[in-house]
């Protein structure tokens, strides 16, 4: 009995810092499967200083989350990578991390090493990610109600976001957002004074300094400056004699008229990266020419795209007009919004903005720049909600996307259940312990179904069985379980559908976390780094 329970204590102390990991990891997604399926609930995060955020969204809730742990953070990582890389799918993305990393440690304390677990952990992801590949359905164009059905339950079903999202999507173009480099979501601004809308153009948060006496310009064109708006410094100590007193003058009186080039050159709207002169404000104010200054460099990029212009550096105002002219950018209409406080530019084709313009810039030529450019203004009743709003848009937008670059697969988890027993199968076919590294995957794949049945109040051992047999009897892999009524569910015929990239980079993110997960043997803390300390 002594030497049995000496034998316990010896494989407790070997798996010491893997359980200790597990559990941490176990912890952490327990914080954010409540939130997963249409049954989820919320959850409320409260600060230090009394803030509250109430949301349902997988990366919010781990990124406000006080975590110590180092096992833990990588978790966090996986939601991250799944919004950066995708927008949408954080919770699913971090709920089957957690459950590969509890199977996985599951077969290493079997005996199994976690080399041989890890290996086939990841040969499984491979398998089960091809599948997934070959089972999306590329979908048809904006009129397939599969895409509609895919934004509306990434939208949390609220059809007025729903319907926003779609509008603006299509005036993006399905093209431009098959571009991996556009982020649709990246459009969505949320406001408690607005109401529902989307406009081509993009919005600043700057005040213009003219708003109270120029609070819009018409058919004008842009100049974008990567640097602030004032004359060529000269040394403090020259401007006490009189040669550096005339330097000054000169160089005054060419900075003035390089300005007066500008207004010849039809400029009434200029955007700063930094400050701006008070002489060149003033001329500004009095050649009607619209300023915003302290504009960082991703909003600079925004209205370059937006108007076609450059971003400059100073020294380009020296340029000959016919030299600096193309580098100019236009637009139709520029405007301070005073209930929203912000600026709205629009772009210099767009024939739907609020100016008075009419429409594309006279006399500029009206090919539209290299990307549409829009912007989502999402109406929240309150300041508390409008951050959970902002983040349903975005889901929405990031959800569009993701289903017109990679297709649609029957959503609810049904397709992972199906998967997990083909990868049993494909299991019965490898030598080796990596084996048991595949049947930790194919457990794992259970794991999104099962947690949406037990958030909907039905048992998850005895519905998963019931929609694997369906599934095997019928040759249907779309059959879930409805949540409201515990009944077989065709989910493709319900029109529950997921975008496929979402569930391929979260399965993608999973398997890599997990992995490093159970490669930790120990963890040793660093000492202070010495040019951190001093």
Not at 20 to 36: D, F, H, K, S, Y
Not at 386 to 408: K, P, T, Y
Not at 411 to 430: D, F, I, K
Request: hydrophobic fraction near 45%; aromatic fraction near 4%.
């Amino acid at each position: 009995m002594t030497q049995g329970n000496g034998q316990v204590q010896e494989t407790d102390e070997r798996y010491a810092t893997l359980l200790n990991n597990a559990g941490a990891v176990r912890a952490l997604c327990a914080a954010v499967e409540g939130t997963l399926g249409p049954k989820g609930l919320d959850v409320m995060l409260v600060g230090g200083d009394g803030d509250v955020i109430i949301t349902n969204d997988g990366v919010t809730i781990l990124d406000k989350m006080d975590v110590s742990h180092p096992a833990a953070k990588l978790l966090i990582q996986v939601a991250r990578a799944q919004q950066n890389e995708v927008g949408d799918g954080t919770t699913t993305a971090t709920v089957l991390a957690g459950a590969l990393v509890q199977e996985g440690v599951a077969q290493v304390t079997k005996g199994v090493p976690a080399a041989k677990v890890v290996t086939g952990l990841m040969q499984g992801i491979g398998a089960a990610t091809e599948a997934l590949r070959q089972r999306a359905v590329r979908l048809e164009g904006w009129d397939d109600v599969r895409l509609r059905r895919a934004v509306h339950i990434a939208g949390r079903e609220q059809e007025d976001v729903v319907r926003l999202v779609l509008e603006a999507g299509q005036a993006v173009g399905w093209e431009q957002l098959q571009d991996p480099y556009y982020r649709f979501a990246e459009t969505i601004v949320a406001h408690e004074k607005a109401k529902n809308e989307w406009f081509h153009g993009v919005m600043l948060k700057q005040k213009p300094l003219q708003r109270d006496w120029l609070p819009v310009r018409n058919c004008c064109r842009v100049l974008v400056l990567q640097d602030s708006l004032e004359p060529d410094a000269l040394d403090e100590q020259l401007l006490t004699t009189e040669a550096g007193f005339q330097q000054y003058m000169t160089h005054r009186g060419v900075f003035m008229q390089r300005l007066a080039q500008l207004h010849e050159l039809g400029v009434g709207f200029i955007v700063l990266e930094r400050g701006i002169h008070p002489e060149a404000e003033q001329f500004c104010l009095d050649h009607d020419m619209m300023v915003v200054q302290r504009v960082s460099r991703e909003d600079i990029a925004r209205v370059c795209r937006l108007t076609g212009g450059k971003p400059l550096k100073r020294a380009a105002l020296a340029k000959d007009a016919a030299v600096l002219e193309p580098l100019l950018g236009r637009t139709a209409c520029v405007r301070y919004d005073e209930r929203l406080e912000r600026v709205r530019l629009y772009a210099p084709d767009s024939p739907g903005h609020t100016g008075d313009a009419g429409g594309v810039v006279s006399g500029m030529d009206p090919t539209p720049p290299r990307r549409a450019q829009v912007t989502l203004i999402v109406g929240a009743s309150t300041r508390e909600v409008v951050g959970e709003r902002a983040r349903i848009a975005q889901d929405a937008a990031a959800a569009l996307q993701a289903a017109v670059q990679g297709g649609v697969l029957p959503g609810g988890g049904t397709t992972e259940l199906a998967l997990s027993y083909r990868l049993e199968r494909y299991r019965e076919t490898v030598r080796g312990m990596e084996a048991f590294g595949i049947a930790a995957v194919a457990q794992a794949l259970r794991k999104p179904m099962a947690q949406i049945v037990l958030n909907a109040g039905f048992n998850p051992l005895e519905k998963l069985e019931e929609a694997r047999a369906a599934q095997t009897t019928e040759g249907n892999e779309a059959i879930g379980i409805d949540c409201d009524s515990g009944a077989l569910l065709d989910y493709a015929r319900a029109g529950i559908f997921d975008p496929a990239t979402v569930k391929l980079h979260a399965l993608h993110a999973a398997g890599e976390v997990a992995a490093a997960v159970l490669r930790i043997h120990t963890v040793i803390k660093m000492k202070p780094d010495a040019s951190t300390s001093a």
